[in-house]
């Protein structure tokens, strides 16, 4: 966390940091190695600082994937909304026009690595073919609102009625 803190500070004050992270972002997603190395480090201790955490609240999770687990499940969805003719690209971005009433949900940044909405709509994919949920809650602060109405509606585009169980 104090790292966290320390970066942003930091990059407040020198963009290029920003820039930087963004590219070992990108490398981590082509599976470049030394970056992997870096990430799972990272991982491996903040899943330990977190379970300290879930412990003290009594927390126990029956399956648990974090957003990287979803590196490699992210493709066959963007091929899909190509297929779709839902993918268009923007300033170099691809995104998904979602009507009058919401901005675009972006799919790719214009170096080709992903976003949020790609890595949750890969896992909202991976969920209902795992568990096929009833249900798909998702609990969230609201400042996450529009994200969340934005990839549900880009599953409804797709075509898919399991879209209405994602709340």
Known sequence: LSLYVKFHDEAEKDESLNDEARAWFKKIEDGDEEAL???????????????????????????????????????????????????????????????????????????????????????????????DFYKCLYVVAYQQNLHFKQWFKVVELMGYDWAKDLE
Do not use: H, W
């Open 37 to 131: 190395s870096i990430f799972n480090r990272f991982k491996e201790l903040t899943l330990k600082e977190v379970g300290k955490v879930y412990d003290l609240l009594g927390v126990k999770f029956d399956s648990y994937a974090g957003e990287s687990f979803y590196n490699d499940k992210m493709q066959p969805v963007i091929d899909e909304l190509r297929e779709k003719n839902l993918l268009e690209p923007s300033e170099g971005a691809y995104i998904v026009r979602l009507g009058d009433d919401m901005p675009p949900c972006v799919i790719l940044k214009s170096d080709g690595a992903t976003l949020y909405s790609t890595r949750d709509l890969a896992a909202a994919f991976y969920r209902k073919k795992t568990y």
